[in-house]
């Protein structure tokens, strides 16, 4: 046993009926410590563990319930000091703090060192402009610390250090019985108001519980002084009386800072050392560890550095296996299905509503979405499919029309199909219409929880919480306690939140809150259970009695600790405002000297260990101070370096352990199993039997790496007379699948010939509002429109008689186009919709510059398309290429000038880069053959309509009417046709 648990067996025996309040940092560890007494067989009747919270809250409640005072959380006054410092900021009364924005980084930082003047007693009246490095600085913070305390009293609100002065102040009148101990942690870290409030509720009755001694190490100033309490005669402590025998190199660690003093190492492997390749790895080595050497799980403690980091890994190591692990402050709220709901639904508003985050979030399987009676809810997938099917793109706006566009597409197919008599067709039609129309319903209650911004683009921030509170508890799937825990902690900090009363915040800060919220949140602790192992932190590892321990994370960069000052109380100002307030050597000292305590607390057998790359950073990282002197402990040699410590250590543990008796998961069971010793077997013939799709792969990359041509590089058996569009006229071509083709052979062969299309999808970009093809199609749409009014009024184009009509044109098309595609900001809309605007301007003045006078007589042509709307002939035209035949071609042609006579122009407007049409004359290479084939299209469609016997297109070619192109034609007269 360890001297606490001595001390505290003995001092139970020996005041047996005595009432014993034995004070401790939380419950769970004081439960632990009363499972290791009744382990050892040690009764402790009387003995009650309380936390000095809990203690203040016992002494003031009465108070505070008739001063209807009530106490708020961390959180709540993180809100209330946001306000104070907006307040402070919009009335221009800061100077010192005036650039620094309302961020909920700033303002934890400030409220830190308030809290920190708060625990060491001080209030605003209390301080002095002198202790700062700026006057000024030195007003901002008073002013912080004084507006606080005027808030908290405005409100009838007390925070901790308010109840523990409340507390000191009702307990004057309290009667000391002297039949009652208070037991307090020898090696405990108190404030000043925590301090002044244990003495002032135990008096005389104060007990030290001893703790194992260390040597070498000054305790730090903030530790609790013997000289406040009684200590019980022959108490083992590191300032004298009996030092303790070891009987193993663990019972030695109280010298691991005086080595030079230690007795000789016993080399019994009671501490050993390992180092890991990343942290994953060196949690897979401590499991390893525990199946080779075959130990109880209920044996076994992991201590680990404050973080998600550990607790996280293990959790996913054990979601994955039957490995049963306790958690001492739990795991993220993010593992819980009502955390993963907050993080997606935050994502999902923060990011415009942008759909792919909705999908994702459906896809999770963490929403709870039912239907009426009868009617099974789709699956996560085919809902996800129908929201990127409806092009939403992002913008709450959109959802509900661009789904009723959906439902409205799908009417018109099964109607379709009804009409050709594809019954199942039309069932499937009907079936995924119904889904629809429910999901419209969904979205709706979505959105109706969801406040907007208001016009200045400022949000409601408790609306906001609330909403999100609600969506949470309405459409969380709970599945375990786990999930039920989350939900009930998530939604309570929420409501909390939104019960403050708060500034309106715009999009970027009302997310930064939101997401603080959720930051620190941990569901599922407990303490040791029989059959798990138990993960703790480092502030609370150590209590539990196990004979083994396994303490990670021991590297430079998280041991002792980083050493950043406060950035709002300077070291240098905490000395003199106050000897109570800790100075960051404080704090580094009480992390070594508390980690070396919990190292000499330690009993049986215990591993340290640290990982020595970070695989994400590619960097290198070294082992702590604390891995050097166990290193010169165990070899006895206090004058030992770090270069030997470093070839002392074993191989780093990696992917693959040591052998197979140390196989925690199926993952490294495989990999010892395809190579042991490092060295890869060849499973191939394995895999292909097993898992046919993987052989599929194997196989085509077997046959790419050969010598023979074969179907992965492109050789599929198609019949030529299927696909040759010279030999099957059921194969249209068009003038960008004939110049794709010639640029791509490849992408030809995938698209055209394998069928293979990327899926289309809205996708957001910050930085501009319509992609190339999509503004070039608003161009040709307005282009088409204008030009049409133009023709059939019988007039010629006038700059100033007809920009007001084109505008007006272009503005009803690009409203549409916004209804279809959501603009990311107004402001890049705005800018945009200008840019079109000026090249409308560009377009008017070129068609009045042009040298040749001509009258445009058709526009959007189409041949061999379904019309719709557009001019042309609904049949494909026939191009003939001499002897080896002809070939069906179908397209659109934007533009048809007449010349003269029966002379024709065909042109085609581009909306790009003109650069490389220079050389089109010569079809470039191959890849510019439209102006060519929609020549000869053009002359067989005005046949064809009649309104010319024998029409000839002499001038075919590209029109650039924009603000780069400058209006300017690259235009081919009589181009050689036999070519």
């Known amino acids: 046993m360890n001297t606490l648990i001595s001390f505290l067996a003995e001092y139970c025996k020996a005041h047996l009926l005595q009432e014993k ?58 809100f209330m000091l946001d306000k104070i410092f907006r307040n402070l900021k919009e009335k221009e009364k800061l100077d010192y703090f005036r650039e620094l924005e309302a961020s909920s980084g700033v303002v934890k930082a400030i409220h830190r060192s308030l809290f920190s003047l708060r625990m060491a007693g001080l209030g605003s009246k209390d301080l002095s402009t002198d202790s700062f490095i700026k006057k000024n600085k030195g007003e901002e913070v ?183 692990v306790t958690y001492a402050e739990g795991i993220a709220l993010g593992f819980a299905s009502a955390g993963k709901v907050f993080n997606g639904l935050t994502d999902w508003m923060e990011d415009n509503f942008l759909v792919s985050h909705l999908c994702r979030l459906i896809e999770g399987g963490n929403l709870k979405l039912s239907r009426e009676k009868g009617h099974d809810v789709p699956s996560p997938l085919k809902i996800s499919r129908y929201l990127k099917n409806a092009m939403i793109g992002w913008d709450r706006n959109r959802y509900i029309p661009r789904l009723k566009t959906l439902v409205k597409s799908m009417e018109d197919n099964a109607k379709l199909a009804q009409e050709e008599g594809e019954e199942k067709r039309y069932e499937n039609y009907k079936a995924n219409i119904s889904q629809v129309k429910w999901l419209i319903k969904v979205i709706n209650q979505f959105l109706e929880l969801i406040p907007s911004w208001d016009e200045e683009g400022l ?227 394995a895999v292909k039997k097993n898992f046919p799709e993987l052989g599929q792969g194997i196989y085509a990359l077997k046959m790419r790496a050969g010598t023979s041509l074969s179907a992965f590089e492109g050789q599929v058996d198609i019949k030529p007379e299927e696909v040759h569009p010279l030999m099957n006229r059921k194969v249209v071509m068009s003038s960008s699948r004939i110049e794709l083709l010639a640029r791509c052979p490849f992408g030809y062969f995938l698209h055209y010939i394998l069928g293979l299309w990327k899926p289309e999808e809205l996708e957001l970009d910050q930085s501009q509002w319509l992609n190339p093809m999509q503004r070039g199609s608003l161009l040709h749409e307005i282009f088409y429109k204008f030009m049409s009014e133009i023709r059939d009024r019988g007039e010629e184009i006038d700059p100033k008689k007809h920009k007001p009509l084109i505008r007006k044109t272009a503005e009803k098309i690009i409203k549409k186009y916004k209804e279809e595609i959501p603009p990311p900001y107004e402001g890049i809309y705005e800018r945009e919709r200008e840019e079109v605007m000026e090249t409308l301007g560009v377009f008017l003045k070129a068609e009045i510059k042009r040298e040749t006078k001509v009258e445009p007589v058709m526009f959007e042509v189409s041949f061999g398309l379904e019309r719709g709307a557009s001019e042309g002939i609904e049949e494909a035209v026939n191009i003939e290429i001499g002897l080896r035949g002809s070939f069906s071609l179908r397209g659109k042609i934007d533009r048809i000038d007449r010349l003269e006579n029966n002379q024709y122009r065909v042109i085609d407007y581009k909306t790009g880069s003109s650069s490389s049409y220079e050389d089109f004359e010569c079809f470039g290479r191959g890849r510019i053959l439209q102006h060519a084939l929609y020549a000869v299209a053009a002359e067989q469609i005005i046949k064809k309509l009649g309104m010319d016997s024998s029409p000839q297109v002499v001038q075919s070619g590209y029109y650039f009417p924009t603000m780069k192109g400058g209006g300017q034609e690259f235009l081919a007269d009589r181009f050689d046709r036999g070519r």
């Open 21 to 78: 309040i034995f004070i401790v940092p939380s419950y769970q560890l004081g439960h632990q410590i009363g499972e290791v007494l009744t382990s050892k067989g040690h009764s402790w009747v009387n003995l009650h563990f309380v936390t000095l919270p809990s203690l203040a809250q016992e002494i003031a409640g009465v108070e505070l319930s008739t001063r209807g005072v009530r106490q708020i959380s961390k959180a709540a006054s993180l």
């Open 459 to 685: 949000l409601d921030f408790a609306a906001l919480c609330q909403g999100v509170s609600s969506f949470i508890k309405k459409f969380s799937r709970i599945q375990n306690e786990l999930d039920r825990e989350a939900l009930s902690l998530i939604s309570g900090r929420l409501e909390e939140a939104a019960s403050i009363e708060a500034s309106p915040l715009d999009k970027e800060e009302a997310f930064e809150w939101m997401r603080s919220l959720g930051d620190g949140l941990h569901v599922g602790a407990s303490g040791p259970m029989p059959g798990h192992l138990h993960l703790s932190s480092r502030h609370y590892g150590g209590y539990s009695g196990r004979s083994v321990t396994f303490i990670v994370a021991l590297d430079q960069g998280a041991f002792p600790g980083a050493g950043l000052q406060d950035p709002i109380l300077l070291d240098e100002e905490r000395e003199k405002i106050s000897e109570d307030l800790p100075t960051t050597s404080d704090l580094l000292r009480e992390n070594l000297y508390a980690a070396a305590g919990l190292l000499s607390s330690l009993r049986g057998k215990a591993t340290l260990s640290y990982s020595s790359l970070d695989l994400i950073e590619s960097r290198q990282s070294f082992p702590s101070s604390l891995l050097l002197q166990a290193h010169r402990l165990l070899k006895g040699d206090p004058g030992l370096d770090y270069t030997n410590l470093l070839s002392s250590l074993p191989e780093d543990s990696g992917f693959l352990p040591e052998a197979l008796d140390k196989v925690f998961d199926e993952i490294e069971w495989w990999l010892m199993r395809l190579a042991p010793g490092g060295n890869f077997f060849d499973g191939l013939e």
């Open 142 to 324: 008073i002013l912080f610390l004084k507006k606080y305390e005027e808030e908290l009293e405005k409100k009838k609100h007390i925070d901790l250090p308010g109840l523990y002065s409340l507390a000191i102040e009702k307990a004057k009148n309290i009667h000391h019985d002297e039949k009652k101990t208070y037991l307090c942690l020898q090696d405990l870290t108190l404030s000043r108001i925590e301090l002044e409030f244990l003495k002032k509720i135990a008096g005389k009755n104060l007990v030290l519980v001893p703790q194992d001694p260390v040597y070498g190490l000054k305790k730090p100033r903030r530790f609790l002084k013997e000289e406040i309490a009684v200590l019980s005669s022959g108490v083992r402590n590191d300032k004298g009386g009996t030092k303790p025998e070891p009987s193993s190199d663990l019972e030695r660690a109280p010298w691991f800072f005086s080595p030079k003093d230690a007795p000789p190492p016993f080399k019994d492997e009671t501490l050993e050392l390992f180092s890991a390749i990343g942290p994953t790895n060196e949690c897979r080595e401590i499991l390893r560890r525990i199946i080779s050497e075959n130990l109880p799980l209920d044996n076994v403690e992991i201590i680990h550095p404050a973080g998600d980091t550990y607790s996280s890994l293990f959790y996913v190591l054990s979601s994955k296996t039957d490995l049963k």
